[in-house]
């Protein structure tokens, strides 16, 4: 089974931000790394879901033309709009994937501590809806902590072991710590859509 919504809810209503993203230097740290995996200076169109209190989708949105964010619990709207306001080439929704995913095409879908809240079915899911959204040539980056932990499904390890076989993404950076992986991909074109 994946993660009970409801403990995310519960997360918001016992701190502003549950995680510290804004707090703390182990985040901060792992956001510039993050955005240092990104192959290209600029993109068209990103999407990141789960974007919690909004401070990577501040980072990330000087980088990209137009960028939507997503996360299912209002507090966490609420804080992410704040944190980009007067951005007017990003926009933060409520949702929850994998059902609800912006219309259109990515040239960037950044998973961030997101997949270890996934059972099997809906990790499959949601990658099958990155990749079916995702541009070929698209950068497609994921960071996961790798201990057990409260609320993950799996590991973080397990995550990137499942996102290297996955036979759409080619691995161009594959960055490892003691305590998180990140590995950003690049979608190859689909068959028929190559030089
Ligand atoms: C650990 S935080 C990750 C924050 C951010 N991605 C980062 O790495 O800085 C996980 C966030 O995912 C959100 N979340 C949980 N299930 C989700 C789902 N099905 N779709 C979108 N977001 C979800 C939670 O509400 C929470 O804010």
């Known amino acids: 089974m994946s993660t009970d919504p409801a403990y995310f809810t519960r997360m918001y209503e016992g701190s502003d931000d549950p995680w510290g993203f804004r707090s703390r230097w182990y985040e901060r740290r792992k956001r510039d790394l993050t955005l240092a995996c990104l192959p290209l200076e600029r993109y068209a169109r990103a999407f990141e879901p789960g974007c919690s209190v909004g401070m990577l989708t501040r980072d990330l949105a000087p980088r990209c033309a137009h960028l939507e964010a997503l996360d299912p619990v209002p507090a966490a709207v609420e804080q992410a709009r704040h944190e980009v306001a007067g951005s007017d080439h990003v ?105």
Do not use: C, K, N
């Open 91 to 195: 926009r933060v929704a409520q949702g929850r994937v994998p059902r609800h995913w912006p219309e259109g095409t990515f040239d960037l879908v950044v998973l961030s501590e997101m997949l270890y809240y996934f059972d099997d079915a809906e990790l499959h899911a949601v990658m099958g809806r990155t990749l079916a959204s995702a541009r070929p040539g698209a950068t497609v980056v994921a960071v996961h902590w790798r201990h057990p932990a409260e609320g993950h499904v799996r590991t973080g390890d397990e995550v990137h072991r499942i996102l290297s076989g996955v036979p759409e993404l080619s691995r161009t950076v594959g960055h490892v710590e003691a305590d998180f992986l990140m590995d950003a991909f690049t979608v190859r074109p689909r068959e028929g859509t190559g030089p």
